[in-house]
């Protein structure tokens, strides 16, 4: 199947600069997409990567290498309001189209 | 108005109900998606929708059923519920193109006694 990775939790400084990993199955790869999620709420949408290299959206920045199916979401300057569940969303080609989501990393950012 | 709408969003029913949960859109997605959420987990697909007249297993389409009334429309029903289906489901839309996002609802969570 499609697996994808990623660290059950971290904690990290207000201020700070912290980096969530997500490996997945590279045979079929078409995109990967990085989803923000409050407790209690909705994801909302980070990040899209389908190529080699760096997305950079003000504060957060994503990466991607398809040949070693690995991604990272960099957050840097750290805000208490980051606390929240980090989800690496990955669509593979021969899944008709549909993401598959990874288990989430639950982020605690402490003052 | 939210652009994805889920009704309702608190429901707390008995084992053996029929239950339906709705999702409305105003995004002119063509692409609908249920799933669900336990604690602590991912988001799990549990049927998906890519026009009206195409309806698609997700990962854990069992004691689960949807229709797609119309593009803007997507609903999911619980034939007969159990305990184990409480969580909280969320419905998503997307747009046909690869590299565009789904966009959720704010949300039902489902309680079963």
């Known amino acids: 199947g499609q697996n994808i990775d990623q660290p059950t939790e971290m904690t990290a400084t207000e201020g700070a600069i912290v980096q969530i990993n997500c490996t997945y199955q590279?045979?079929?790869?078409?995109?990967l997409f990085w989803y923000q999620q409050h407790a209690g709420e909705a994801p909302t949408f980070l990040s899209y990567n389908v190529l080699d290299g760096l997305e950079e959206k003000g504060r957060f920045s994503s990466f991607l290498s398809r040949s070693k199916g690995y991604s990272y979401l960099l957050l840097k300057e750290l805000q208490m309001k980051d606390s929240a569940s980090y989800l690496c969303a990955v669509r593979w080609e021969n899944q008709g189209g549909k993401l598959i989501f990874g288990q989430g990393t639950e982020l605690s950012v402490k003052p | 108005d939210a652009d994805v709408t889920q009704t309702p969003r608190n429901r707390i029913t008995k084992t053996g109900k029929r239950i339906m949960l709705e999702c409305s859109q105003t995004k002119g997605h063509d692409r609908m998606y249920w799933y669900r959420q336990d604690p602590g987990l991912g988001l799990q697909l549990i049927y998906y929708s890519f026009d009206v007249k195409d309806i698609n297993k997700g990962e854990i389409s069992d004691g689960y059923s949807v229709s797609r009334q119309a593009q803007a429309k997507f609903s999911l029903s619980l034939e007969s519920a159990i305990p184990n289906q409480t969580a909280l489901y969320f419905c998503?839309?997307?747009?046909?193109?690869?590299?565009?996002?789904?966009?959720f609802g704010d949300g039902t969570r489902l309680s079963i006694l």
């Open positions: 998503a839309t997307s747009d046909y193109l690869s590299n565009q996002p789904q966009h």
């Open positions: 590279t045979s079929g790869f078409n995109g």
